[in-house]
């Protein structure tokens, strides 16, 4: 049985864990600096105080430093909701 998490008018299928850790976006151009707030299977809640213009449904490339060990992952996600200096994404 799948679980459906309800935050605001959004639903998302996986819970949300807090992992505050510096990261980096681009777009199809440019590369900025974010804090990844919170992180989940499906998606992840980015702060940046050089947000570009972005529309919801523009896809980025997120660059997740591992915890433990050296190294990151890419995940591309496209973008949910930017409000505020914060954008939520949907991992492609």
């Known amino acids: 049985m799948e679980t459906v998490v309800d935050f605001d008018r959004y639903r998302r299928r996986n819970e949300r864990k807090d ?14 600096p974010a804090m990844l707030e919170n992180v989940s299977m499906g998606g992840a809640l980015l702060a940046t105080s050089k947000l570009p213009l972005m529309r919801t449904g ?14 990151c ?3 591309r996600g ?3 909701w930017a409000v505020d200096g914060q954008f939520g994404i949907l991992f492609l």
């Open 78 to 80: 496209t973008v949910m």
């Open 19 to 32: 992992y505050q850790t510096e990261v980096s976006f681009s777009t199809d151009s440019m590369c900025f």
């Open 58 to 71: 523009s896809e980025i490339t997120v660059t997740i430093p591992f915890a433990v060990k050296e190294g």
């Open 73 to 75: 992952v890419k995940k």
